[in-house]
């Protein structure tokens, strides 16, 4: 029971996130295939040649999984860290500053939350010239809010906390308060914002390319997704143009969540006792009921 | 079993899982309640107190676990009942006044609603008869009986004590525990709020477990007072003794930083130092670090309980009969 | 009622920044994309109908605040221009025909997967730590890891295509028409089952989360700790005096969340041409309709404020502490 050791929800989302980042890192160099070529019949079924078949367009669909991994998670992880730094500084000056200022962020918080990303998004990426750069801004113009949100009402509850208190004491200048004292206090908070943006991205980035918004003739998690669809692959049976992709998306947030499940753990250790206890509680054959359990350890 | 004692707790070990392991919050409590009397239990906070109260009803949320000892009521022992019989003693035989008020009854619900349920819980009532009997509740604690419409947020802090206190009479249970009833309150409040339980007490004829970490409040009530620390008792007799002869290095701590009922009123802060991290107990007595009497004995062996007067028990290992 | 003013005061600040979004955002992209926009649309709408849409989108080459103007006016006699994709209908008339139908999905969907994840998220946490709270969190996590619409394609292959037990698209039988007959409603009922259990499926394991959790804090109050002291039975305290108190930060949520929710089961009706708001959004894209984007950007903006404040009506009548205020 050493608190020092890695959780094993942590551990098992470390171990799919490294997976997936090696095979963002080296896959394009491993893949067999250049992932947008014709290289073979389409639509065909899992085989030796092709891992996980061919696609409508006759691709490589393994190579295809790999190559969208780099792009997807690239733009996830800036956007996720985009709107990270974003929520923060907002979030952090609102809930610092006080008064007008915090009035007026909080107003622009909550009525950036209060109008539906998906949509706004179809809009900006309409107008906005295909392409990653303009994808970046979508997703954080549409995903920022819900960062600067939590993060604020976090600041407000440390700003009555001594080490604050002591440096608007010692006239420390705000904004030295808010990313000196304040925001270096709330790493686990930060890093549990960062996760959750970027699960974010990653989700709506998928929702947008299958919506056929972005840049089509990039090989991404979406775009896989949106030429399986156009190309029926459901009506041909065509399972493996889509298993692999949503696979890899699902995997990815999970073990994203899984760490943050484990953030929560280790910054409240009280949230693991109970675990403990209904664990020390079945080791000794009791299950526990409505009331105190009463245990009697002879020996 | 009509000579067993109203309550008598035996060697009661209460333990909390914490992330470094289970951790004693309460080692080894023994204490005999008798019918009418009101038994004081003081001590600093996180000495246990409430540890000991919610577990006579066995209601301690997790991850608390009792693991060891016998809670007796009237010759049952708590610590064996089934969840039936659990719920059937609860309330009836033991009822509870917590300490702050605000937070002891829902926010959503009525004032009604609260005590309501109890009557038709146990005692199987109709709702409207349930309501008249919730009605004279409050009229016996002094609040108008209109008052079951609202909800607890509508109230004053004292009147939501005095809520509190009808609630923890409606089954007239012989044995009411008090846990700090009157911290959260300013001081008029509380004056008043106390005047209405010894009232009470007297017309009812009730035994009561007060718990305070206030020896000004304990020694205009209580006929007698167990003093905890660490959670263990290191003292128990009866009020009037306690006050005149304690013996424990920490009662007289206690008692060194009362002044009087009548003078200015202190907290128990007058002892250096601050109760043990109850996962890192040291070896030998837990008080020794904050003591002024300690002999070398103290280091390595834990002082019992022990007879020292008629009545008079102490766990020290300087003080002899 | 203060806080409902508050909150009101809110949404109709949200619905003008959404109006000034869908104007300014045209214009502030860069390479004007407006002006390709008409280019693109002369070959294929007439000249008096190409001027109406001008209008209604306030280009009208006078000087921005006048543009403005214009724009405002048009809207508000609920004039959104034509749409491109169903031309010569009217965006509004376009619009109409899809928001009953994602009124029907998304409120039936969101309301069955919030009334069932709060549920499992009461069991889970007054049985935290058993068998229940250890299996099933991880594994909704792990389903709601899936995008909406993938869920969507699978339920769809699994028992539209491979089964063949549930119908594959559209909202209902194409061989009925609209009535209130019941083989209507039960082929609406019957059209409406896979994509609202995707739906579900999908968006369950957050509401079981956040419900649990808000339960984890509850069930540590005196309130709970003296509902078991009065002896009263499991199943009250969990629900009466629990989850009572465990749902209203989840209702707070459930505003904030509808947005999102929204998104996902939008991209699941394009899954089951379900002619939705959804739908229409994919034929928008497809033949680069912006009309019909803008007009169902504001419909569902609109439409989501309004079920905020819907939402904090609920709230004030769940809490009575908000209610002097
Ligand atoms: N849920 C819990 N987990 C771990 N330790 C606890 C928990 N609740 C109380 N304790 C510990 O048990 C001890 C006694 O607490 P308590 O009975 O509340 O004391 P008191 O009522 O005298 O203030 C304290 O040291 C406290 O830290
Ligand atoms: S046993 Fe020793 S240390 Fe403990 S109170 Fe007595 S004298 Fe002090
Ligand atoms: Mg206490």
Redesign the pocket.
């Known amino acids: 029971m050493g608190s020092t050791k890695i959780p094993r929800k942590a551990a098992v989302g470390l171990a799919i996130l490294g997976v997936f980042f090696l095979m963002a890192l080296v896959g394009p160099l491993v893949a067999p295939y250049d992932p947008s070529a014709f290289v073979d019949i389409p639509l065909q079924p899992p085989s030796r040649a092709h891992l996980l078949g061919t696609t409508g367009q006759g691709q490589d669909v393994w190579s295809q999984t790999i190559a969208g991994a780099r792009a997807s998670l690239l733009v996830g992880f800036v956007a996720g860290l985009a709107m990270t730094t974003i929520g923060a500084t907002v979030g952090a000056i609102a809930g610092t500053f006080g008064g007008l200022v915090d009035d007026v962020l909080s107003l622009l918080t909550n009525v950036s939350l209060v109008i539906p990303g998906l949509p706004l998004a179809v809009v900006l990426a309409a107008y906005l010239p295909a392409g990653t750069r303009a994808l970046l801004v979508v997703l954080v113009a549409t995903g920022w809010a819900w960062n600067a949100r939590v993060i604020r009402a976090q600041v407000l509850s440390l700003r009555n906390k001594d080490f604050v208190a002591a440096a608007i004491v010692t006239g420390e200048s705000r904004l030295h308060i808010v990313f000196r004292e304040i925001l270096p206090n709330m790493t686990s908070v930060l890093a549990s914002c960062f996760i959750s943006a970027t699960v974010y991205a990653i989700g709506a980035q998928v929702g947008l390319e299958f919506l056929g918004l972005g840049d089509m003739s990039v090989v991404t998690w979406g775009t896989n997704l949106y030429w399986a669809s156009n190309d029926a692959a459901l009506l041909t049976g065509a399972w493996w143009t889509l298993v692999p992709t949503g696979l890899s998306v699902a995997l990815v947030g999970t073990a994203l969540v899984l760490v943050s499940f484990s953030l929560d753990e280790i910054t409240n250790p ?1 949230l693991r ?1 109970v675990s403990d206890w209904t664990r020390a509680l079945a080791a000794r054959g009791i299950r526990p009921g409505a009331s105190t359990p009463v245990v009697r350890d002879h020996g | 079993m009509g000579s067993a004692p109203l309550l008598a707790v035996e060697e009661l070990v209460v333990a ?3 992330p470094s392991g289970p ?1 004693r ?2 080692d080894r409590v023994s204490f005999v309640l008798e019918r009418g009397e009101v038994l004081g239990l003081v ?10 109260a919610q577990a006579l009803a066995r209601i301690l ?1 997790p ?2 676990m009792i693991t060891g000892g016998r809670v007796l009521f009237e010759g049952h022992d708590v610590l064996a009942m089934n969840e039936d019989e659990l719920r059937r003693f609860r309330w009836r035989k033991m009822s509870f006044v917590l300490q702050s008020a605000m937070n002891a009854l829902s926010p959503v619900l009525t004032i009604g609603d609260q005590i309501i349920d109890v009557l038709v819980t146990h005692e199987r009532t109709s709702k409207r008869v349930a309501r008249e009997r919730a009605a004279h509740l409050l009229e016996l604690v002094g609040i108008d009986p209109t008052r079951l419409a609202s909800h607890p947020h509508e109230l004053s802090g004292g009147m939501r004590q005095r809520v509190g206190i009808a609630l923890a009479l409606a089954l007239h249970p012989p044995l009411v525990v008090m ?1 700090e009833p009157t911290t959260a309150l300013d001081v008029v409040v509380q004056h008043e709020v106390l005047s209405k339980i010894a009232e009470l007490k007297e017309k009812l004829g009730l035994s009561v477990l007060f ?1 305070t ?1 206030d020896m000004s409040i304990v020694s205009q009530f209580a006929t007698r007072i167990g003093v ?1 620390y660490a ?1 263990r008792l290191v003292e128990t007799a009866p009020t009037r003794e306690l006050f005149r002869a304690p013996r424990h290095p920490y009662t007289k701590g206690l008692l060194g930083s009362f002044v009087s009922i009548h003078g200015p009123r202190r907290k128990l802060v007058g002892i250096p130092g601050s109760p043990p991290d ?1 996962r890192r107990l040291p070896a030998g007595c837990a008080f020794r670090a904050r003591c002024g009497e300690a002999a070398a004995q103290c280091a390595t062996e834990a002082p019992v309980l022990r007879v020292i007067a008629e009545d008079h028990h102490t766990a020290c290992h300087v003080v002899s009969p | 009622m203060r806080y409902l003013l508050r909150q009101l005061g809110l949404y109709i600040l949200a619905a003008w920044a959404s109006l000034t979004l869908n104007f300014i955002v045209p214009r502030l992209a860069p390479g004007d994309p407006a002006s390709a926009m008409f280019a693109r649309y002369k070959g294929q709408l007439q000249p008096e109908a190409l001027a109406a849409l001008r209008e209604a989108f306030g280009f009208t080459g006078g000087p921005l605040h006048e543009q403005y103007a214009a724009y405002l006016a048009h809207l508000f006699r609920g004039d959104l221009g034509v749409s491109v994709a169903y031309f010569p209908a009217k965006v509004t008339d376009v619009l109409a025909m899809g928001l009953g139908w994602t009124a029907l999905l998304t409120g039936s969907s969101v309301v069955v997967a919030f009334a069932l994840g709060s549920l499992l998220g009461v069991i889970a946490a007054w049985r935290r730590g058993g068998a229940f709270d250890t299996t099933l969190p991880p594994l909704l996590v792990f389903l709601g890891a899936f995008p909406y619409f993938w869920l969507a394609m699978m339920l769809l292959y699994g028992f539209g295509f491979t089964l063949d037990v549930l119908p594959l698209r559209h909202a209902y039988a194409d061989t009925l028409a609209p009535s209130l007959s019941f083989s209507f409603v039960a082929s609406v009922a019957e059209h409406l089952l896979l994509p609202a259990t995707s739906i579900v499926l999908a968006s369950v394991g957050g509401w079981m989360l956040s419900m649990r959790s808000s339960m984890i804090g509850v069930l540590a109050e005196d309130y709970v700790t003296m509902a078991h002291a009065k002896g009263l039975s499991p199943l009250r305290i969990m629900f009466h005096y629990a989850a009572r108190n465990a749902l209203l930060p989840n209702v707070t949520g459930f505003g904030m969340a509808l947005g999102f929710v929204l998104g996902g089961s939008l991209l699941t009706e394009i899954v089951f041409s379900y002619p939705g708001q959804g739908y229409l959004l994919v034929q928008a894209v497809r033949s680069q309709d912006y009309p019909l984007m803008q007009g169902i950007f504001l419909t569902i903006t609109m439409a989501v404020l309004a079920a905020n404040f819907l939402v904090d009506v609920l709230y004030v009548w769940l809490d009575p502490r908000t209610r002097g205020r």
């Open positions: 009280r006792a | 909390y899982q914490t951790v919050a309460v001590g600093e906070s996180g000495s246990g107190k409430s540890t000991v949320a991850p608390a846990d718990i970490h905890l959670g109850l």
